[in-house]
């Protein structure tokens, strides 16, 4: 099954990422070292508990250098697995998947530790009814990678970008002169879904009162959240965001708010231990 997400290409990705590590000389170590005609058998692995992602990615780097080669996949995105467990069995050209093992395993490595940390914050606050999305902190061109890879975690999807959803902030209010001015103009300019960022109580009514349809409670304590909160009385969905860490999200989710937007978890995961072991066959 060919791995597909919205508005991502991945033929386009593969070929740039190889051509990346290729360069104009190609793979020289393979080239000198391998037969041509040698064929392995090779198993990707898990060398510590993970949330596995991007297996199908992974697919697409051997296909594209070796057509042929016969993949087992063992295990699903979003699959949480302990160490030690295999996830692609794979049997073809030895030069192509030597070749593409780098890439590959860059790839699930990184979205398997995206997704491994989200889940960590989803288990954090399990049983609050509080949702975890993720941010726009991406790495720039892996954004709807990384953004599969907290869904894999079991994060919900913040705005993909600039153009899905209005986001107020900060700087926007200090051009626009006010929180509810701005928010005027995104009303009037059609708008349908205005996000707007208030780190104090006393931006919340004005907001509202312009027509903010989410509100963003930006840096705000446990105890200010539960007040904001209240004060939001479930008119709009609320969202705490900034500086939340795994020891502090739980405390942040039992406030009331109907989301928690954690950076982090695209900015700062580390990558997942998994390895690919070829054997000859």
Not at 28 to 36: G, H, L, Y
Not at 108 to 123: C, E, F, K, N
Not at 124 to 134: E, Q
Not at 269 to 277: C, E, R, S, T, V
């Amino acid at each position: 099954m060919t791995f597909t997400l919205d508005r991502f290409d991945l033929d386009a990705f593969v070929r740039s990422t190889l051509a990346e590590d290729l360069g104009d000389g190609g793979d020289i170590t393979s080239a000198a070292v391998i037969p041509a005609d040698a064929v392995f058998d090779g198993v990707m692995d898990s060398r510590e508990a993970i949330v596995v992602a991007g297996l199908g990615i992974a697919e697409a780097f051997f296909r594209a250098l070796d057509p042929d080669v016969a993949i087992e996949r063992l295990v699903e995105d979003g699959a949480f697995v302990p160490g030690g467990t295999d996830l692609l069995r794979l049997r073809g050209k030895a030069r192509a998947l030597l070749t593409a093992e780098r890439s590959a395993l860059n790839t699930v490595q990184h979205l398997s530790g995206i997704a491994t940390m989200t889940r960590s914050y989803v288990d954090a606050i399990a049983g609050t009814g509080t949702i975890l999305l993720d941010t726009r902190k991406t790495i720039p061109g892996l954004r709807v990678l990384e953004k599969y890879a907290t869904r894999m975690g079991g994060a919900t999807n913040h705005r993909m970008g600039l153009w899905d959803a209005a986001m107020i902030k900060d700087n926007h209010v200090a051009v626009a002169g006010s929180v509810g001015e701005a928010v005027r103009r995104a009303v009037d300019a059609g708008i349908a879904n205005i996000i707007v960022e208030v780190d104090r109580i006393d931006q919340i009514a004005p907001a509202l009162d312009a027509g903010a349809t989410h509100l963003l409670l930006d840096n705000m304590g446990p105890d200010t959240l539960r007040e904001a909160v209240k004060l939001v009385d479930g008119r709009v969905p609320t969202e705490a965001s900034g500086g939340v860490r795994l020891d502090t999200i739980r405390a942040i989710a039992q406030s009331g708010v109907t989301y928690v937007s954690v950076g982090r978890l695209t900015q700062s995961a580390p990558a997942a231990d998994i390895g690919l072991d070829f054997t000859a066959a």
